[in-house]
C-alpha cells in the first residue's frame, strides 16, 4: 500500500478523511473531503466530483487502518491514492491545525 508521512503533505494536497461522523465533527483537517468509510461505495460520485482529475488522493482516518483499506480500493479502481501514514493522530501530533465541524479548534477523537 502507498503511503505518505504527514509531513510531506502540502496544502493544496487533496484529503480524503473517512472518519465516522462523531470523529470528523470533533476535529478534521480543514478543507477535507469527509466520506465515513461505511458510506464511501454508495457515495463514490461525490468523491469522483471532488477528487482531483490528475492529481494524488491522500487518505486519512484516526491511525492509518481505514484509509489503507479506502486507498486499496481507490488504487484498484485506477485513481492514483495514498494512505497518510499514522492518520490524523500524527497529524495533531504533528501541530498541524485541527478544526470542529464550527471550525473552531477541534481535537482528535
Aim: proline share 5%; with cysteine.
Amino acid at each position: 500500500m502507498p503511503t505518505v508521512e504527514v509531513g510531506d503533505l502540502a496544502e493544496k494536497d487533496f484529503l480524503l478523511d473517512v472518519r465516522e461522523d462523531d470523529e470528523w465533527q470533533a476535529g478534521h483537517a480543514e478543507g477535507a473531503l469527509h466520506i465515513p468509510i461505511g458510506e464511501f461505495v454508495a457515495r463514490y460520485g461525490e468523491f469522483t466530483e471532488a477528487a482531483p482529475q490528475d492529481g494524488r488522493v491522500h487518505v486519512i482516518c484516526r491511525s492509518g487502518g481505514r484509509s489503507a483499506q479506502v486507498a486499496m480500493y481507490l488504487v484498484q479502481q485506477g485513481v492514483d491514492a495514498v494512505n497518510v501514514d499514522g492518520g490524523m493522530q500524527v497529524w495533531a501530533a504533528a501541530g498541524r491545525p485541527v478544526v470542529d465541524d464550527k471550525g473552531e479548534p477541534g481535537f482528535v477523537l
